[in-house]
């Protein structure tokens, strides 16, 4: 019963603090893209515009549900739904601090990977149920990214897995702990593959300069271009989710987790996931988009090889 | 049905649920309550829909970027009108146009608005009695706010979002919406730092003073320096070939017109075309018909003239030492003439649109629809017995 009542509390303290937090990231977002176009960002609803994200929250509620003659009514109605649970699900599994960690699994990486993966799914479906040529067009874009970003993205993953010698994530963590973060020790291999797990997560969470499934200024919103209401305010959500969580992943593997010193674990740890997610911001608001054959040029003549050599040097460092 | 009809009309119809429900005590002051967080949500959120076709879409934004910034009202725009509050209408919208606005205007979820921004959104200002626009989109979309100028500045926009909201708010409460502005809210559209224009210059007398002083100061050689550029005459151009435009005329047995390009016999009009071609005219600039009436033509009047259309056609050769070459074909309004498209790709569209709009018929053409106007349009609009205030379409 207490073991229950303990992962029921840490599951609903989890899903509250990142989905607040993710309301709260959107209007620092708005403020800091605000800020970079020297404008204000939202400065009226409540104190600097911070009650903005409730406001938004009360207007899509009301939104009338429209779903388009000719959609896949099933489909449509789940893809949103979808989003947004496959990016809350990939949270389950990340140690926030030694403590606090959804479920403690062997093949913690594992998952995630997987459910990284899956995430592809909704948008596809989104695409194809609405049944229109820009979403569907948006859908096609998404699929044939997120298969090509998976490879780099699982095989950077492995470097601090090989060198902690397992797929569980506090385990890594544990191991940095020990031995010094991967980032840094051993730099060679550590940094290009954080660099590398940057640039596939963001173009897996469709960020920009890997934004061409939304592709506003070509695809209208690509695959939420028939979504409005609470069912785009899910998809919203679930992209915005799926960076934190990635976020947080980043800084599990790469940069040693909740440890740091003269703070709790737990301040480590959501100080390295924002400051990876304002990074990823930043790309957004400064970077201009790739067009989908450069995108997948880089990905497949130069992150896939560099991805393999990673592996190899990390198995090198390994045995040697 | 009655109720149905009360419904449209917006008087006041209760659900009887509600009607019960509201006499419980305490209960209005929560429903209250709950309208005021539901209208709260709805104002502070208005994500706008940008129905942009002309300059006022500029304006549009110069709203959104810096300085100005909707954002910080939680105003953001959206591409699609799925997740779109408030559609501002901003530009002149066409005959051709307005079903295509009504469309994307019934894509968007309710609860909606609609911004007329501008005087050729409001009215179709100086367009509104022109054949291929409409008078304002009010006669298409219902309007929630006008805002007028051309273009109204950012800062107008912004105010009439504020207007919006006010409106909101008065709705959710059972109000009716005042017409009156808000003097608290003329200020918006007063700019803090005051302009200064001609008129103002007058008066100022500081400011004049000061302009004097530096107009003093300032020799006429500092204003304006006398810049020695050597000028070489370019090389006189060589035309590559002169065709003999004169000479197939002659040879065709086509006489050379006084008062405008030679008339060319319709059944000849495409031997001719080739002729031309083959002379190196090898590029086609523009047809242009004109339609007259029984005794006009174009030397204005003329004794004894049938109602025609006059067809114009100006070639062009290519390169250096360019040549022009230019002829006219008389028809009947309904008599077919033959199409240049064989010839000339660049006819197509110039043939459709000679089509749309006067009338004339291009036998041979591959695709003869209509170009500019909506596609159900009655008549041409060009022709010269087109009714001025012609009832073209069902909002006219």
Not at chain 1, 138 to 155: D, K, N, T
Request: hydrophobic letters at 50%.
């Amino acid at each position: 019963m207490n073991v229950v009542l303990t992962a029921v509390v840490t599951c609903v303290a989890i899903l509250t603090g990142i989905l607040t937090a993710t309301a709260w990231l959107i209007w620092f977002e708005r403020k800091f893209s605000g800020r970079m176009q020297s404008r204000l960002g939202p400065t009226m609803v409540g104190p600097s515009g911070l009650a903005q994200p409730v406001a938004d929250l009360v207007k899509l509620l009301q939104k009338e549900d429209v779903v388009p003659e000719a959609a896949d009514r099933a489909l449509f109605d789940l893809a949103p739904k979808l989003a947004a649970l496959c990016a809350l699900g990939a949270a389950a599994v990340v140690p926030f601090s030694a403590t606090v960690v959804g479920a403690k699994i062997d093949l913690g990486v594992l998952f995630l990977l997987a459910i990284g993966a899956v995430t592809v799914m909704p948008v596809f479906m989104a695409g194809w149920a609405s049944n229109n040529k820009f979403a569907l067009l948006g859908g096609m874009r998404a699929l044939a990214q997120s298969i090509s970003y998976e490879v780099p993205l699982v095989l950077s993953a492995m470097v601090p897995v090989i060198l902690a010698g397992s797929m569980d994530v506090s385990k890594i963590v544990e191991a940095q702990t020990r031995d010094g973060w991967y980032l840094i020790d051993p730099v060679w291999l550590g940094l290009p593959a954080f660099g590398l797990f940057l640039l596939a997560m963001l173009a897996e969470s469709n960020r920009i300069p890997f934004d061409i499934p939304e592709a506003e200024s070509e695809l209208v919103a690509g695959v939420t271009t028939e979504y409005g209401g609470m069912k785009f305010a899910l998809f919203y959500l679930g992209e915005y989710v799926h960076t934190l969580v990635a976020s947080a992943v980043a800084s599990a593997l790469f940069l040693g987790g909740w440890d740091g010193p003269f703070a709790p674990g737990l301040h480590w740890m959501v100080a390295k996931t924002v400051g990876l997610f304002v990074f990823v911001y930043w790309m957004r608001w400064s970077l201009l988009r790739f067009r989908s054959d450069q995108l997948m040029r880089i990905c497949w003549y130069w992150l896939v090889p560099l991805a393999v050599a990673l592996l190899l040097g990390a198995g090198a460092w390994v045995v040697l | 049905m009655s109720e149905r009809a009360n419904l449209d009309t917006g008087a006041s119809w209760t659900h009887p649920l509600y009607a019960t429900l509201e006499k419980l005590p305490g209960v209005s002051l929560g429903l209250a309550s709950v309208d005021d967080l539901l209208a709260w949500g709805l104002t502070n959120s208005l994500w706008v829909f940008p129905m942009a076709t002309s300059c006022c879409g500029i304006e549009l934004m110069a709203a959104a970027a810096s300085r100005i910034d909707l954002d910080r009202m939680g105003t953001i725009v959206r591409g699609t009108p799925r997740q779109c509050d408030v559609m501002v209408v901003a530009g002149t919208i066409t005959v051709k146009m307005a079903p295509r606005v009504l469309k994307l205007w019934e894509q968007m979820p309710e609860p909606k608005w609609c911004i007329a921004m501008g005087s050729c959104a409001i009215s179709g200002d100086f367009y509104r009695n022109l054949y291929s626009v409409i008078p304002g989109i009010d006669t298409v979309i219902p309007v929630d706010v006008y805002i007028p100028g051309c273009p109204p500045n950012p800062e107008a926009l912004m105010h009439g979002l504020l207007r919006l909201q006010e409106k909101v708010h008065a709705r959710r409460r059972g109000e009716k919406v005042d017409r009156d502005p808000n003097p608290d809210l003329i200020r918006v559209t007063q700019p803090a730092i005051p302009r200064v224009c001609e008129r103002d210059l007058g008066r100022n007398d500081e400011l004049s003073k000061l302009q004097a002083d530096q107009a003093g100061r300032v020799t006429e050689e500092q204003m304006c320096p006398a810049v020695d550029v050597p000028f070489e005459p370019p090389p006189p151009a060589t035309p590559v070939f002169a065709p003999d435009f004169e000479g197939l005329l002659r040879e065709l047995g086509v006489a050379v017109a006084a008062d405008g390009p030679p008339l060319v016999p319709v059944e000849r009009h495409f031997e001719f075309a080739r002729r031309l071609k083959e002379l190196g005219y090898r590029q086609l600039v523009s047809i242009v018909a004109t339609h007259w009436l029984a005794g006009t033509g174009r030397a204005g009047k003329e004794e004894g003239a049938s109602e025609h259309l006059e067809v114009a056609y100006v070639l062009r050769t290519v390169g250096p030492g360019s040549r022009l070459a230019t002829w006219a074909v008389r028809v009947a309004p309904d008599q077919p003439i033959p199409s240049l498209v064989p010839l000339y790709a660049g006819a197509d569209w110039q043939e459709r649109e000679q089509f749309d709009l006067v009338g004339a018929r291009f036998a041979g053409h591959p695709d003869l629809r209509r170009l500019m106007m909506a596609e159900n349009y009655p008549g041409h609009p060009l022709r010269r017995d087109f009714p001025i205030d012609a009832h073209c379409a069902p909002w006219r």
